[in-house]
């Protein structure tokens, strides 16, 4: 941090600057003129708000991406598919059982189990051969969204947020200040609260199991070696299904997620597996941190288009996958 | 950076294997030209001259991936913009249409969709291989996404319709014949110009940077304008095959360049076979049976008419599984497995 601001001051300033002016734009109340110009604080601080949430949403899906691919080099274009079959067992679950936290469970397991499948029948036979993993994952995902579209049908589902999620919380943060002095404060979704926490704690979790434990050295040293990990009497294979059932299984989780705070229909599992190559293009391929951020990121591009310019919002994502591309083709916080 | 994972021997296939079959390469040109004798004009129109559209999208991904060893699926949204430049460009049924005579509009639709074919190939050659695949199909969907819910420019999700297909020397070129014809030969034209810039200087040098840029870079190729050139011929043939594809349906909408959309284009073109110039057009052909037949097969067999995509996920599947190089690469394997065995008896084969 302090070697950053003194090899590049100049940038340091303008970012603190940027930190400043999106704290202020936060929590002050807006002047009027400012109110008139860039319109209500509130939906600044909902486009805001569903921004980071839904970099939440997106970081789930995109942290196992990026994880696989870090590792093993595979590029599992059927990380959709998966993310949809979790929250379509996750929907089953919880509208036969009626619990919510279950079918984050079977999510999990079917999509682990999935990714298992995946890994010692498909990734195993053709490794280091990038087109060939590329189209047969896009064959799997061809067939899986029609066998899920022949189960589950064309319709869209929600899955029920439970009671003790429901309903709306008051934030702390000053939307308006009214003539009478009164000050309104933004109420907003508690599930999407709850939610994003969720994936932070899974974020965190995630970085010490990578940098605390054993298990996250062998991964680690996976990602930088993995010839020499293997020469060295480490049982890769087991380690490479291990990871994809993980990755897969966040996917999978992920998809209970979206099912509760958006829907599950055809389709979500192109928008969703878009979502995440965007996201790690832009955070950086096999960096978690990188997912983080690029999440955050996009979520954010897309909340705030879709509030101030709503035919133009994927222009937004777009134009900063590009920039990205243009000034730092391998991402912002690539591993390598 | 081995993308398309080959025997090398092919760099060298093309050239050598179109004057090598010039008696079936006859024979189909023949039967392709007298077809509209036999031939109903459903068959001529929804498989025939939709097989050569899809064939011609396909091709331009071919010539990228075959001989520039850059998977680009961003072809079916150049095709796209070509369509939707031309329609707005030119006669069209919403109250915005800019009413341009067709031939301006569409050499116009044609033109600056080949400054944004260089423009993608300018973003995508920054990158290799399988993070290519990934940002072309990134600008795939954002420009699906786009399309879909921008009104004021290209009218949302219904699309612009009531196109004309123009009528030029007294002949309706909607009409079956004509359009199979009109297909046909810019097909066959499209056919050609690859095989003949796959034995130019440009498509050698294309082929080299594909094998192995590096050398190439310290023989003084300039690499990535080499790789945006192909971009920029392979926009080209995409856009031809898009303004084919308006004119055939008399409009355009975002679901004919979906996602799925870009993807089908992918599996027409692996399923041919990247090897060749013809493959695309062979599995435009194959695409275009099971998409119209499968319906009626599945229903005869007694499952769902609906799960047609199943079928051709599961068919592409199989082909990518047990031949890389597709549907020619089984053609050809099956060829030289004849010749080994005849120079085995005489005692030679190499292992």
Redesign the interface.
């Known amino acids: 941090m302090t070697k950053f601001i003194e090899r590049n001051p100049l940038w340091a300033l303008i970012l603190l600057v940027a930190l400043a002016f999106a704290l202020w734009l936060v929590f002050a109340s807006w002047p009027q003129g400012f109110e008139d110009v860039f319109g209500k604080k509130k939906l600044f601080l909902n486009a805001v708000l569903n921004g980071i949430t839904l970099g939440g949403l997106y970081f789930l899906v995109a942290s196992g991406f990026t994880l696989i691919f870090g590792l093993m080099r595979n590029v599992n274009l059927a990380h959709g598919s998966i993310y949809l079959l979790g929250g379509y067992f996750g929907y089953l679950t919880s509208d036969a059982t009626g619990s919510w936290l279950l079918a984050f469970v079977v999510a999990f397991i079917v999509a682990a189990a999935l990714g298992v499948v995946l890994q010692v029948v498909v990734f195993r036979r053709m490794e280091g051969q990038d087109l060939r993993q590329t189209l047969v994952t896009i064959g799997i995902s061809i067939v899986l969204a029609d066998l899920m579209l022949w189960w589950f049908g064309g319709n869209s589902y929600q899955i029920q947020t439970p009671a003790w999620l429901r309903g709306p919380i008051e934030l702390p943060l000053v939307t308006a200040v009214r003539s009478s002095g009164e000050v309104v404060y933004l109420t907003y979704p508690i599930v999407r609260l709850v939610i994003f926490l969720a994936s932070v704690v899974i974020a965190f979790l995630m970085w010490l199991a990578l940098n605390r434990t054993r298990i996250g050295m062998i991964v680690r040293a996976g990602v930088d070696d993995r010839e020499m990990l293997a020469a060295m009497g480490v049982p890769i294979q087991l380690v490479f299904v291990v990871v994809f059932a993980f990755g897969a299984g966040l996917a999978g989780m992920a998809g209970v997620v979206g099912g509760t705070f958006q829907s599950l229909s055809p389709g979500e599992d192109t928008r969703f597996l878009l979502a995440s190559l965007i996201v790690v293009i832009v955070g950086g391929m096999g960096s978690i941190t990188g997912a983080a951020l690029g999440a955050v990121i996009i979520g954010l591009a897309e909340q705030i288009g879709l509030a101030y310019f709503p035919t133009y919002a994927i222009v937004l994502t777009f134009l900063i996958m590009v920039l990205v591309l243009a000034l730092r083709p391998q991402g912002l916080l690539a591993a390598r | 950076m081995?993308?398309?994972?080959r025997p090398p021997r092919t760099a060298t296939a093309a050239p050598a294997w179109t004057p090598s079959v010039n008696p079936a390469f006859a024979l189909v040109a023949i039967i392709l030209v007298f077809l509209p004798a036999v031939a109903s004009d459903f068959v001529l129109v929804q498989i025939f001259a939709w097989s050569y559209m899809l064939g011609i999208i396909a091709l331009s991904l071919m010539f990228l991936a075959g001989y520039g060893g850059m998977?680009s699926l961003a072809q079916i949204t150049l095709a796209g913009l070509a369509g939707y430049l031309m329609a707005i460009l030119g006669v069209n049924g919403q109250p915005g249409g800019l009413g341009w005579p067709w031939g301006i509009a569409t050499l116009v639709a044609i033109l600056v969709t080949m400054v944004f074919g260089a423009i993608v190939g300018a973003?995508a050659v920054?990158?290799e291989?399988?993070?290519m695949?990934?940002?072309t199909?990134?600008?795939a969907?954002?420009f699906f996404?786009?399309t879909n819910?921008?009104?004021?420019i290209f009218n949302g999700h219904t699309g612009i319709n009531a196109i004309p297909t123009p009528h030029v020397f007294g002949v309706d070129w909607h009409a079956p014949v004509p359009f199979y014809f009109l297909t046909l030969v810019i097909a066959g034209l499209c056919w050609a110009a690859v095989s003949y810039i796959s034995r130019t200087p440009f498509g050698l040098a294309l082929q080299g940077l594909r094998d192995n840029p590096r050398r190439m870079a310290a023989l003084g190729f300039n690499v990535n304008a080499h790789r945006i050139a192909a971009y920029v011929f392979a926009a080209f043939l995409a856009a031809l095959g898009g303004v084919l594809l308006v004119w055939s349906y008399g409009e355009i909408a975002p679901g004919t360049i979906s996602?799925?959309a870009a993807?089908d284009i992918?599996?027409i073109a692996?399923v041919g076979g990247l090897g060749n110039p013809i493959g695309p057009f062979i599995g435009a052909l194959i695409y275009a049976l099971l998409k119209t037949f499968a319906l009626d097969f599945l229903v005869a067999v007694g499952l769902?008419g609906?799960?047609y995509?199943?079928l051709?996920?599961?068919g592409?599947?199989v082909i990518?599984?047990w031949s890389?190089d597709g549907v020619i690469g089984l053609w050809e394997r099956w060829r030289r497995r004849g010749e080994t065995s005849q120079r085995r008896q005489g005692g030679g084969g190499h292992g």
């Not at chain 2, 081995?2 to 994972?5: G, K, N, Q, R, T």
């Not at chain 2, 819910?149 to 004021?152: G, P, Q, T």
């Open positions: 081995a993308l398309v994972e998977v973003l920054r990158t291989g399988i993070y695949i990934m940002i199909l990134a600008i969907a954002a996404y786009f819910e921008n009104y004021a996602v799925s993807i992918l599996v692996v769902d609906n799960r995509r199943l051709i996920g599961l592409f599947l990518v599984f890389p």
